[in-house]
Nanobody, 114 residues
């Protein structure tokens, strides 16, 4: 299992953008999938996006068309580009490796102000 460290969270206004990064401690090229989840206060953790090692990306309906997941295997890093942010996107965002997930980062806070 790789160790994962997220970064890039912060406070942004409605309609703004953020790019989250997830740096892995080892190679991710052979990992079947890398993903992002989020957890809002008082809610369960929910899946956001997934990138497979066959270059298939899938998204939750709530973020489709606004978020883009990408992976740079050479840098062992996964990204989540978030555009047109809404207050309901406010959450702690977690990176994970594997499908089903078997390793998680510590999370990064994203707050979208109205």
């Amino acid at each position: 299992q790789v160790q994962l460290v997220e970064s890039g969270g912060g406070l942004v206004q409605t309609g703004g953008s953020l790019r989250l990064s997830c740096a892995a401690s080892g190679s991710i090229s052979s990992i079947n999938a890398m993903g992002w989840y989020r957890q809002a206060p008082g809610k369960q953790r929910e899946w956001v996006a997934l990138s497979t090692n066959s270059r298939i990306q899938t998204y939750a309906d709530s973020v489709k068309g606004r978020f883009t997941i990408s992976r740079d295997n050479a840098k062992n890093t996964v990204y989540l580009q978030m555009n047109s942010l809404k207050p309901e996107d406010t959450a702690v965002y977690y990176c994970c490796s594997g499908y089903p997930p078997n390793s998680w980062g510590q999370g990064t806070q994203v707050t979208v102000s109205s």
